[in-house]
């Protein structure tokens, strides 16, 4: 959860007692100071109400590395085209443990091992998906002479095979001498001479009509003119039959000759219709347009054509009625024409898009229905089961949620009993709640693990609810709700030291935004206005689309008006509070000031930029660092800065090679210490030979002699530590 969400029972009385605006109002000098001081002292209660944790819509198994192992050993002997689910299992662990890298690594490994065009398409569409504003690496790799096949769109037509299920001599003319080898075809006031053993080639049906026992069989001239095919239609169709192509055939025609051919049982023929209205399909009406005609007429290429142009237009694509529609109403015949074996795959990808628009949505529990659909194994089946559950439950359908997450439970999805807990304790079972958690932490099942703990907490009071958290972080340290609990009640306590201490703990190794929010209220009620707005500008840091007291107030706006209060520094001063920090490892305050020097002084944004993105990288937010990396490139100060940001953006998206030659290129022109690190960093990924060592060794050694911003304190005497430990290895 991203938002400070106070709890239901809450929410009418925190609205009343603590009302952003009515604050912001009284820091500003719009309301008198008198009153509202009162009310903050008694609305300390509603304000740190913690929001209670979110059943999260994620494959969580209770053995991480028992689930990995089994899917690792299925990978070495299962067959290859069952290895794309396989990396799409793995996929889905990883999602649970929040392993963004892991995540990607396994996607791209389904999209490689993929033995259908559907799979590249549907994976192709994820990576890109997962990468959304990264198209600026395919850019860079261009530079460096290298495509991102995964980001493009694939030639369909060519990678499905051609319909060869029917053979041209399975069909023969009749030994009957008396039957003359042309036939007359009347469309209306038309006649059309065919071969009558050339078309008797095109399906049973024809083979049946010309040469079997219907009547049709023994005359020279047939009527077809109620088959709805036009006169200029079967010229076509008696062009193909002669040669096998279709040339120069508008694409209306086509849609006439694709149903008649479907209509007729001519695959050869719908086969090459499907061929060329694929070459016809540029944008999402057409894909809309002709994709009711795939469906409808069982053309499998066309409908891959058609499916490809949607996810590659993913998530905007989703906002199509139209679109949304299709996928919604296709029955398993259909989802076979447009998806192939890549149905529930598909269905994962187009159900993970619509929960992160909008988990309630209609298209979202649409696509959840198809997806159980599209399940072939247990475990699709459990993830599919669990993730409808939690989409039922925030649709307030409460017996059918039940339902579902007791259809995981039963798959072997224990973390669903969460869902079931959270569903008695909503239909006023509290106690019943808490019996499902105590039932599988002490059944011996399976080890009791922090999740397990945390959910129990949430139906008992006092020391009891003390000790469950308490064995929650024990045995999982990185949940934010206990801290956040703990804190919250001990600043009701007036405990100001021990809350922030409690706080303090999670933020010294996870960066969670509900903690960082959390944090800021306690300063604002501290009136710790400096405090205060070191941790929101860390925020907008980290999302600067944020929004808090549940959304209704943007952080920025909130910055704003805190900012009033706090002394204004100058450049030089910035630069000395940023050092100051740095050198004491304090990553939040250096966060902090230098979003301030971002947003309030003439500093380079480029070296800001960047020093923020290691900042990142080192509190593991990955994806708000490659955020960094790109506007440090934006703001370049210099070629051979701005080719430095490019190698580290595609070293950090696992393009080492890439990231290496960009490095060289930026100390052909300058010297500097960030072209050397990276370049001994990518050397040190990009090669196996271990006689590189000393040449990394060396790289290192000419960074430290560069110029040198003092910022770099921390990272030199790392990089000497690495140095030195490269240097043991070696005389190992």
Same mark, same amino acid.
């Given at each position: ?238 062009? %193909? #039959?002669?040669?096998?192509? $279709?040339? +120069? /055939? *508008?694409? !209306? @025609? ?6 008649? &051919? ?81 149905? %529930? #795959?598909?269905?994962?990808? $187009?159900? +993970? /898009? *619509?929960? !992160? @628009? ?6 979202? &529990? ?367």
């Amino acid at each position: 959860m991203r938002t400070f969400f106070p709890s239901e029972s809450c929410k009418e009385t925190q609205l009343n007692a603590l009302n952003p605006q009515s604050w912001l109002q009284v820091e500003r000098g719009k309301l008198s100071k008198s009153s509202p001081q009162c009310c903050f002292s008694s609305s300390i209660e509603s304000l740190i109400k913690v929001p209670e944790p979110s059943i999260l819509p994620l494959f969580k198994p209770v053995d991480y590395v028992e689930v990995l192992s089994q899917i690792h050993e299925e990978l070495e002997t299962c067959a290859p085209e069952e290895r794309p689910n396989l990396y799409l299992l793995k996929f889905q662990v990883f999602r649970g443990l929040g392993e963004i890298k892991l995540m990607r690594r396994s996607l791209r490994a389904a999209w490689q091992k993929a033995t259908s065009v559907h799979e590249k398409i549907v994976f192709g569409a994820w990576l890109k998906y997962e990468k959304q504003g990264e198209e600026l690496i395919a850019d860079l790799l261009a530079t460096c002479g290298k495509c991102v096949e995964e980001f493009g769109h694939i030639d369909v037509a060519s990678m499905l095979p051609e319909d060869t299920n029917v053979s041209s001599s399975q069909y023969f003319l009749s030994s009957d001498n008396k039957l003359s080898r042309s036939v007359t075809f009347r469309i209306g006031d038309e006649n059309i001479v065919c071969d009558r053993r050339k078309m008797a080639c095109l399906s049973a049906p024809f083979q049946a009509m010309l040469n079997g026992c219907f009547t049709e069989s023994v005359r020279e001239d047939i009527d077809l003119s109620e088959n709805n095919i036009s006169a200029a239609g079967l010229r076509a169709i008696n062009e %193909f #039959s002669m040669t096998g192509n $279709l040339n +120069e /055939v *508008s694409p !209306n @025609l086509l849609l006439e000759i694709l149903i008649f &051919a479907n209509r007729f049982c001519c695959e050869r023929l719908k086969d090459a219709c499907g061929r060329k209205l694929a070459a016809f399909v540029s944008s999402r009406d057409d894909a809309v347009e002709l994709m009711e005609y795939a469906l409808e007429e069982n053309s499998h290429v066309l409908a891959a054509s058609c499916l490809q142009v949607f996810l590659h237009e993913l998530p905007d694509c989703l906002n199509d009625d139209r679109v949304v529609q299709i996928f919604s109403l296709a029955n398993r015949q259909q989802r076979l024409v447009m998806a192939g074996p890549a149905s %529930f #795959s598909l269905y994962c990808l $187009l159900s +993970e /898009v *619509s929960m !992160n @628009l909008d988990p309630q949505s209609d298209k979202a &529990a649409c696509f959840l229905e198809q997806l159980l659909e599209s399940a072939e194994t247990e475990r699709q089946r459990l993830l599919a089961f669990h993730q409808l559950g939690c989409v039922r439950l925030l649709r307030k359908e409460y017996d059918e949620a039940e339902r579902l997450f007791e259809a995981a439970v039963n798959a072997g999805h224990i973390y669903s009993v969460a869902g079931l807990a959270r569903l008695a304790f909503l239909k006023g079972k509290k106690s019943g709640a808490y019996d499902k958690l105590s039932y599988i932490i002490s059944s011996g099942s399976c080890r009791p693990l922090g999740w397990m703990h945390q959910e129990r907490s949430l139906y008992c009071d006092g020391d009891t609810r003390w000790e469950d958290l308490n064995k929650a972080t024990e045995l999982d340290p990185t949940l934010p709700y206990p801290y956040m609990y703990r804190a919250a009640s001990l600043m009701r306590k007036q405990d100001v030291q021990g809350a922030l201490a409690e706080i303090n703990r999670i933020l010294g190794f996870k960066l969670a935004l509900e903690c960082l929010e959390l944090r800021f209220c306690f300063y604002l009620v501290l009136e710790d206005h400096q405090s205060a707005i070191c941790d929101v500008q860390a925020i907008l840091t980290l999302s600067p689309e944020y929004r808090m007291f549940e959304g209704r107030v943007a952080a920025s706006q909130l910055r704003t008006l805190v900012r009033e209060h706090v002394e204004s520094w100058t450049t030089a001063d910035c630069w000395m509070q940023l050092y100051e920090r740095w050198s004491s490892v304090d990553d939040i305050g250096s966060l902090s000031v230098i979003y301030q020097m971002l947003v309030e002084s003439d500093a380079p944004k480029g070296v800001l930029y960047f020093r923020q993105s290691l900042l990142l990288l080192r509190l593991n937010c990955p994806e708000a660092a490659m955020r960094s990396l790109h506007l440090a490139r934006q703001h370049a100060s210099s070629e051979h800065e701005r080719l430095v940001y490019e190698g580290w953006i595609l070293y950090d998206t696992g393009h080492c090679e890439e990231g290496l030659r960009k490095a060289e290129e930026s100390i052909k022109i300058t010297r500097s210490f960030e072209a050397f690190f990276l370049k001994a960093y990518a050397l040190a990924d990009s090669s196996q030979d271990t006689s590189c060592s000393s040449t990394v060794v060396s790289l290192l050694e000419n960074a430290l002699k560069c110029p040198s911003d003092r910022l770099r304190k921390g990272t030199e005497q790392s990089r000497k530590y690495l140095r030195r430990l490269w240097e043991a290895g070696i005389g190992s």
